[in-house]
């Protein structure tokens, strides 16, 4: 059963101020930190350092989202997921989220202790997975995702489609929209350009009045720009993620969590600022 107590504080949570959400890959092949915590041990020292530094949630993966990357059948991604899970619930205040496009992973995740279910295809990918949402009653990242790069579209129009039809689903489930989180999905099937354009009218999301998750963390847009390979890229992810920050997001997946927290803190100090002049 679902930690209902510990679900409802994080949603009110990024409401009140923006959050840091740290990534945890349990995967051989992710393409910023692959292999680097994929052991038992690892994990759980990196979610330690995570935590100490700041981060306000835990998102775990144990498959690969990168473009050209292999499908993992359910048995090995909850092989690498659920003992990294259980143990976390138990032992870290963090609520954790479960990076998954499977409903079977999903709702196991869910029974093993993370509250939030961030699916990458926005309950597209898996018949059973807004049905999962409902029925585990767990807050779900609904990520823009068409699956293949359109260049003719309007990619901020096709995304509003995109979460229209999403929240239709959702009522169908009986998904409260209050659990809903929406990402615009930086990266996933889109050219550098349509990125870049959602970026600059993230704003228009709000008139769902639901929190926007912004995920730019070292992906090819900040590469693109500066040049920079994966290692490299973190003052362009900062960058990236303030301007988020600006046009209304509340939420911010990233691997470097400390330099985030000090990021988020200098934001919200001059947002401070500008409300009391």
Known sequence: ?????????????????????GILNLTPDSFSDG???????????????????????????GESTRPGASPVPAGEELARVLPVIRNL?????????????????????VDAGAVIINDVTGMTGDEAMADTVAETGAAVVVTYHRGVVDEGIDAVDDMIAFFDEAFRTAA????PKAHIWLDPGIGFAKTQMQNLAILARLDELEQYDCPVLVGASRKSIVGHITGRPVA???SGTLAAHLIALQRGARILRVHDVAEHRDAVAIWAALEAARRAI
């Open 35 to 61: 292999g680097r915590h994929n052991s038992f041990e690892a994990a759980c020292a990196q979610v330690a350092r995570m935590v100490e530094n700041g981060a306000d949630i835990i998102d775990v993966g």
């Open 172 to 175: 169908r489930a009986g998904i």
């Open 89 to 109: 619930s138990a032992a870290n205040p963090a609520p954790l989220s479960i990076d998954t496009m499977k409903s079977s992973v999903a709702r196991a995740a």
């Open 1 to 21: 059963m679902i930690d209902a107590e510990k679900r409802d504080r994080i949603l009110t949570r990024v409401r009140e101020a923006p959050a840091i959400m």
């Open 232 to 234: 490299e890229r973190l």
